[in-house]
C-alpha cells in the first residue's frame, strides 16, 4: 500500500546522502587529513600534529581566537535578546504576516551587500559623521575607528542588523503556533507583569520552536567571511577570514596549518552550540527554581523597552546601509562633508554594463536551477514522507541542518578537491551542486511547516474521491501550498545569491555572481560601481519575495482562503 | 451493497488493541452508527476503512465491500466516501469545480460533466454558485457541497465522522435529513462515528465501541 | 594602425617561427582563455574586457577575466588540480602574476613555458640579463612569464591639505609625528603594504646590495634593525594607531579620496590622474617620490603548466606586447600604465603613437618619477612580511 512511498522516500534519501551530505563529509575528512599533516600533493604524508602547532604560532591567532568568539556568540546572544524583548513588546500590535512584509528587505538583502552599506554609514568618513559634522565643525573625519575597529565591534553590529530580523520573523512564526494572548491574560491575572509573564511563560514555550534557527545563527556567526571582511578588523582578522587567507596564501605550505584552523572552526561551531544545549539545560533547572518561588517582579519592561529601542536603531542602520547603496550607484563625485554627492551619474550603471548584466544573468541562473533543484528535492521528501504517513525522524531533521551547522571554510576547501578526484570540474555544475547544499535546507525549513500545517483529512477527502496519489499531490497540495512554494522558493533564491564561499571555490572563481563581483569590488576604491553590484544583489531576491507575494495574491484573487497572510517563513 | 466489517481491530506501534474486535453488517442503504467515549479510536476506525490509517498502526481483520476484500486497496480505488464535521472544500478550486472534482472519469465530455455538476448543486439548493468561492459560502452550504462531492463520485460506502457536530441546533437537524435521505435513496451502506445521541436516533442500528481493557 | 601594424609584423617573422606561431594561431582559434586577474580595479577590468573584444575579432580567441581578490588564490586553484591529478584542462589559463606568487609557482613546477621567446612581439622587449624584464623580484624569469604592464611605486597625495609631503621614507616618521593619524599604509600581507615596507628597507638599510641576494638570519637582522627603529617610531601616529590597516591600496585610496587619511600609495604612476578623472580623488590630488628614486617592476602573466588552453593564452600574452596594445594601456583615459616595451625598439610610427598620448596635472613625466630601485629578492618580502606580523600583530 505505502510501496511507491518507501521508494519515493528511499530515492530522496539516496539522493540527500550523496548529493548533499557526502561532499560535506568527504570534503571535511579531506580537510582534517590535510589539518593532520597528510596533503600527498605537497608530498606530505606522514601523520603529524604539526599544523596545529603552526597554527598556534602563527601571528594573532589567540586574537583571531577571540574575536570569532566574541563577534559570534556575544551577536547571537544579543540578537536573541533583543529580538526576543522587541517581540515581547510589540507582539499584540503586530500579525506575522506584517511582520513578514516588515522584515522582508533585510532578510533579502546578502550580508555582503549589507556590510557595504554599513561599512558606508558607520565609517568616520560616513553617513552618520557628515550628518555630525556641521555640529561637531568637523572638516575632515573624526579619528575614531567605528569600523574594522580592533574589537570587532562593527561586525558585532553588521551581524546583529542581519541576524535580528531573521530571529524576529522565526520568533514571530513561533508566536502564531502559541495562544499568546490567553496565556497573558492568565498570567497577568494572577499578579505577573507582562514582561515577567513573557520570560516565565511564554519564553519557554518558544524556545524549543526557534532552538535550531539559533543555533543556525550562531554557527553562522562563527565562521562568517564576507561580512567579516568588509566590517571586521584586519590584523587581525576573525579566524574565519583568517583560515580563508591562509588557504590563499601564496606559500602553498601554509594549506595545512589552514586546514587546521578549519577544523578549528568546526569544533568551535560544535563548542558552541554544545554551550547553547548547556545553558538551555541550567536555565531549565534554574528557571524551575525561580518560577517555584513565585516573585512577581514587574520591573521587565524597562528592559524590554530598552530592547525595542535597540532594534529599531538596527533596523534604522540597515535601512540607512541600504539606501546609502542605491545612492553610491548613481553618484559621481561624493566626498567628506558632503551629505549628498556633489555630483550625480548613471555612470556606474552604464560603466559596468557588461559587467554587471552578466554577473546578473549568471546570478539568475544559479538561483534558478538551485531553486528549482532544492524545491523539487523538498517536495518529492515531503511527499514521501506523506505517501509512507510518516512523520519525520529527528536523525532526518538533523540531517537537514546539517550543511546549515558545519562551517562551509571547514569542508570547501577539501570538497574542491573531492570533486576535482571524482572528475567534476569546477564550474557551473559544481557551483550549482555546492549552492544546493546550502539552499535546500533553508527551502525545506521554509516548506515543512505549512506543508503540514495542511489538513490531512484533505487530502483523505481526495483519496475518497478517487484522486490517486499524483493527482492528489498535483490538483490539491501544491495549487493549495502556492504561497508556501513561492516563499520558500524565495527564500532559496536569496540563500543562493548570497553564496560567497562555494562561488568562489566550486567555480574556480570563473563563475562571476552579484556576490563575488560586491566582495571583490568592495576591497577596491569605487563605491559607486560597488553600490550598483550591492543594490543589484539586494534587488534580485526583493523580487522573488515580491513575487511569492503577488503571484499567489493574482491567481488566487478569488479564493479568500489563500490570500491570507503566509503561514511560515524562516 | 454492503459493507462489512470482519473482527476489525486496530493496534498501536506498541502492539496494543485501540478496542475489542468488530464485526459488523451495514447493509445498503441503512446507517449504522458508531458510539462511543472520546479518544477511543473512532476516526481511526474510520481511517482504516477508508485506507487512510497513519504508519504505526497495524490492522487486523478484513474490510469487504459487496463482499469484496478491500482491506489492502489503496484508498483511492475503494470507492469509499469520506465526510467530516468541517466540509473540507478544496480552497482553491471553485464550488462547481470542488463537485467535478469527484466526478468518475467514465463521465465524458465537458457538457455532460458540467450538467452532473449543475443538477447537484439544484438538489443541494445551491443553484448559480457554481463560480463561487468556497470560503464565501455560509456552514449549512458547505456541508451540503461537500456531501454533493462525495456522492458525486459515486461511492459503494459511505463513512461520517461526526459530519454535523459543527453546525447549529437547526441547521443540523435539515442536514441530517438531507443526508439520510440521499443515502438511503442511493442504497449505499453508511457508517457514522458520532457522540451526539440525536445522529444516533435518526439512525438504524448502534454500536457502542468500548475501548481495550487495558487502555 | 593596428592591422597594419600585424601585417608588417607577421612580414617582419623568420620563417621557422612563423610556422610555428601560425599553429599556435589555428589552434587557439576559438578558444576562451580563463585570464585570472586582480577584479579590484575596474580601469583594469574594462582594459581586459577591451583586450578581449580585439583579440576576438583578430584571433577567434575570447578572453574571460577570473576576477580575483588576491592572486593567490589562483595558484591555490591550480595546487588544488595537482593534488588532484588533474594535469591538464585545468581552470587558470593565464594569470597575472609577479614575486613571491610566481616564485612560489616556478619552483613547485606549476607553470608552462618557457614560451616568451616563441612570442612575435617579444621583440619589442629588452630581454638583456638585468633588465627588469627579465628579472622578477631578483627571480630570474626564464620565459615562464610574459611582461605586460610596468609598475613602478608612488605617492598621492591632496596638494590642497597638504603643503609638503614627506621626501624621503626616513622622512614619513616626521611627518606622521606632526600630522597623527594622517597617514597608513596596506597590511603588509598585501603586496602593496610589503612595497612599503620594502621601499623603506631599501632606503634604511645599511648596505641595499645584500638585498639582492637571497635573505639569511644574520643578513636580516642587520639590515632591518633601522628599519624597525624606523616603524616602531611611525607606528603610534599611524591612522587608528596602527591598530588596523587598510586592506588594499584601494581602500586606502577611498581612504584619501574621504578625508581620512592624506597619503596613498599605487604601483601604477598614472593612478592619480586616471583616478581625478573617474571622480575617485579630488581635482588637486598629485603624485610624488621619495628623491631617491622608488621601487619599479613589471607586472608578468604565466600560463599553469595544466592550462586548458595553453595556445590562446599565448596568443593573448602576445597581444598583450603589440605596440598599439601598450600605447593604448598607457593612454591616461583608458589604463595610463607605463609601456614595458624597450622605446629603442620601436618603429616611429608606434613613437609617434606613444607622443601623442594625453596629459594631465597629475600624471607625472618619467623624469619627475625617478630612478628605478631594484626589487629585493623574494625571500625577502616573505620574511619582511612574516617579522612585521610576528611584531605587530597581537
Redesign the interface.
Known sequence: ??RDGRLLRGVVLVAVGLGLIAPITLGLWQTARAAFGI????GRDTLSLDPWRDLALL??FA?SLRLTLVTGVGSTLLSVLMATGFCAAVHARMTPAAGARLLTPFLAIPHAAMAVGLAFVL???GWIARALAPLAGWD??P?L?TV???WGFALLVGLMVKEVPFLLLVILSALGQIPVARHMAAGRALGYGRGIVWIKIIMPQVWPLIRLPVWVVLAYALSVVDMA?ILG????PTLAVAVT?W??????AM?LPASAGAILQAVIVAAGVALLIGAEAAMRRAGRWWLRRGGRGLSAEPGLRAASAAVMVLMGLGALAMLSLVVWSVA??W???QILPE?W?LRPWG??H??WMRALANTGLLAGATVAVSLALAIAWLEGEDR???TRAPWAEALIYLPLLVPQIGFL?GL??A???IGI???MAAVIWAQVVFVFPYVMIALSDPWRAL????I??????????GR?LW??KL??L?RPILTAAAVGVAVSVAQYLPT?FMG???V?TLT??A???S???????TGVYATLQAALPFAAYLAAFAIPAIL?R?????TGAPAHEP | MSLDLEALCIHAADGTALFAPLTLHVPAGSVVTVMGPSGVGKSTLLDSIGGHLAHGFRLSGKVRLNRRDVTDLPAETRRIGLMFQDALLFPHLSVGDNLAFGLPPALRGRAARRAAVDAALDQAGLTGLHDRDPATLSGGQRARAALMRTLLADPAALLLDEPFSKLDAALRGDMRRFTFDHVRARAIPTLLVTHDPDDAALGGTVVALTGHPTA | MKPALIAALSLSLATPALADWQQTLDTARGQTVYWNAWGGDERTNAFIAWVSTQTQALYGVTVEQVKLTDTAEAVTRVIAEKAAGQNDGGAVDLIWINGPNFLAMKEQGLLHGPFVADLPNAQYLDLGPTSPASVDFTVPVDGMESPWRLAKFVFSYDAAKVAEPPRSMAGFADWAAANPGRFTHPVPSNFMGATFLKQALIELAPDAAVLQQPVTGAAFDAATAPLWAWYDALRPNLWRQGETYPENESVQQQLLNDGEVDIAMSFDPASTAAAIADGLLPETARVFVPVGGSIGNISFVAIPYNAAHIDGAKVVANFLLDPATQAHMQDITVLGSFSVLDPAKLDLAAQAAFAALPTSDALPTLADLGPTLLEPHASWMTRLTDEWARRYTK
Open positions: 500500500m505505502t596533503l600527498p600533493a605537497l601571528p594573532g586574537t565609517a568616520p568618513s575632515r573625519p579619528e575607528a574594522n575597529d580592533g571582511i578588523p584586519s590584523n587581525p587567507r588557504f590563499t596564501n601564496p606559500d602553498p594549506i559621481w563625485r566626498s567628506f562633508p555630483s551619474s560603466g559596468a557588461d559587467g509512507a504517513r510518516r576547501f574542491n578537491v570533486f576535482l578526484h570540474s569546477s564550474g489538513d490531512p483529512r484533505m483523505h477527502a481526495a483519496a475518497a474521491l478517487g484522486a490517486g496519489p492528489r490538483a490539491v495549487p493549495i502556492l568562489l574556480a572563481g570563473r562571476a563575488t563581483e566582495v571583490t569590488l576591497s577596491g576604491s569605487d563605491r559607486r560601481v488566487h478569488n479564493r479568500r482562503d489563500l
